[in-house]
């Protein structure tokens, strides 16, 4: 029978020679999954694994050693603050996408993030449309529902899968009847002109796939992370209908690859001449969001 000390140790180890970098801490998210246990249980030491928990951890550390993630073998991952139900059906929200959402609320004067400069003021919107395109696990969707109750927001995907674990974290989060959940290719699948559209799209170069960790390129869905051949397919796509897809003085923000803020702006110099670009970076640095704001059309009478 393993003591909790010897279940630590020994999963250590094995997730260390196996190459997990966060062993340590990877080891006793594990046991607590296993046992059932919050981390006060663990120091009070219940002193022995039962024989079920003892399999039960010893199958969930052979599935890291093999790369598995985290949040696929707890089943949840923390964004925004909302534990999310996640699965292989879904990317693992990362925590470089809450600037996207932080860059949306502070649209909304938000405490969110800083205020918007004057330029980019949102008027009277008190019941705005929100979509947010490609949306995974609803990660993007749930949490701008949750803090924009007035808010409706569309989330759309070309993975029906995706859409069912989005529903799930919908309905946990109590906004399943603000949230509405569309098959289809990105902006094709909405229902008219939206406010703001905020997208994290695959966005990685395709040759650079089978160079990636063996957790995000063996365990992640393929289609939420390939961008094809330079990584830009999907801002192509979109880029060329988004001005019919966002009502005059409305705004789209995109997550980007940290060396891709350059071609964003010239697809948006192209395809929405005038609107305004800005990019901003994320906590390491790296450019992360494109903002693209419409230029309200001038009152002719004023
Ligand atoms: N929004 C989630 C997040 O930030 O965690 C998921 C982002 S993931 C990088 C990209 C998502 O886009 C995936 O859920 C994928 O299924 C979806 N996707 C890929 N191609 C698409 C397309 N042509 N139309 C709609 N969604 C697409
Ligand atoms: N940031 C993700 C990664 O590098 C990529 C997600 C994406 O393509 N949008 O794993």
Same mark, same amino acid.
């Given at each position: 029978?393993?003591?909790?000390?010897?279940?630590?140790?020994?999963?250590?180890?094995?997730?260390?020679?196996?190459?997990?970098?966060?062993?340590?801490?990877? %080891?006793?998210? *594990?046991?607590?999954?296993?046992?059932?246990?919050?981390?006060?249980?663990?120091?009070?030491?219940?002193?022995?694994?039962?024989?079920?928990?003892?399999?039960?951890?010893?199958?969930?550390?052979?599935?890291?050693?093999?790369?598995? @993630?985290?949040?696929?073998?707890?089943?949840?991952?923390?964004?925004?603050?909302?534990?999310?139900?996640?699965?292989?059906?879904?990317?693992?929200?990362?925590?470089?996408?809450?600037?996207?959402?932080?860059?949306?609320?502070?649209?909304?004067?938000?405490?969110?993030?800083?205020?918007?400069?004057?330029?980019?003021?949102?008027?009277?919107?008190?019941?705005? *449309?929100?979509?947010?395109?490609?949306?995974?696990?609803?990660?993007?969707?749930?949490?701008?529902?949750?803090?924009?109750? =007035?808010?409706?927001?569309?989330?759309?995907?070309?993975?029906?899968? %995706?859409?069912?674990?989005?529903?799930?974290?919908?309905?946990? =989060?109590?906004?399943?009847?603000?949230?509405?959940?569309?098959?289809? =290719?990105?902006?094709?699948?909405?229902?008219?002109? +939206?406010?703001?559209?905020?997208?994290?799209?695959?966005?990685? @170069?395709?040759?650079?796939?089978?160079?990636?960790?063996?957790?995000?390129?063996?365990?992640? @869905?393929?289609?939420?992370?390939?961008?094809?051949?330079?990584?830009?397919?999907?801002?192509?796509? +979109?880029?060329?209908?988004?001005?019919?897809?966002?009502?005059?003085?409305?705004?789209?923000?995109?997550?980007?690859?940290?060396?891709?803020?350059?071609?964003?702006?010239?697809?948006?110099?192209? =395809?929405?001449?005038?609107?305004?670009?800005?990019?901003?970076?994320?906590?390491?640095?790296?450019?992360?969001?494109?903002?693209?704001?419409?230029?309200?059309?001038?009152?002719?009478?004023?």
């Amino acid at each position: 029978m393993l003591t909790i000390r010897d279940a630590l140790a020994w999963a250590s180890r094995r997730l260390e020679i196996n190459g997990i970098a966060s062993y340590a801490l990877d %080891a006793r998210i *594990l046991l607590r999954h296993a046992l059932g246990y919050s981390d006060l249980d663990l120091v009070r030491g219940v002193m022995y694994l039962s024989e079920e928990q003892e399999v039960r951890f010893r199958g969930l550390v052979s599935r890291r050693e093999q790369g598995e @993630p985290i949040a696929y073998l707890i089943g949840k991952k923390e964004f925004m603050g909302l534990e999310l139900a996640v699965d292989q059906r879904v990317l693992v929200p990362r925590p470089e996408t809450e600037l996207l959402v932080e860059k949306a609320l502070a649209l909304f004067g938000s405490t969110y993030g800083s205020a918007p400069p004057s330029t980019t003021m949102v008027s009277d919107e008190s019941h705005p *449309l929100i979509a947010d395109i490609g949306t995974g696990s609803g990660a993007i969707a749930v949490s701008l529902a949750k803090n924009l109750p =007035h808010a409706t927001v569309y989330g759309t995907d070309i993975s029906a899968d %995706a859409l069912a674990v989005a529903r799930g974290n919908s309905v946990t =989060h109590g906004v399943a009847a603000q949230v509405t959940l569309l098959q289809g =290719h990105f902006l094709q699948a909405l229902p008219g002109p +939206i406010y703001v559209i905020v997208c994290n799209p695959p966005y990685i @170069p395709q040759e650079e796939i089978p160079g990636l960790d063996r957790d995000v390129r063996d365990y992640e @869905p393929t289609v939420a992370l390939s961008g094809g051949k330079d990584g830009l397919n999907a801002y192509r796509s +979109i880029m060329p209908n988004l001005s019919t897809y966002l009502l005059p003085g409305g705004f789209a923000l995109f997550e980007i690859g940290f060396d891709q803020a350059a071609a964003l702006r010239a697809l948006a110099a192209r =395809h929405l001449p005038g609107a305004r670009v800005d990019v901003y970076q994320d906590l390491a640095g790296f450019d992360r969001v494109v903002q693209v704001s419409q230029v309200v059309p001038a009152d002719p009478e004023s």
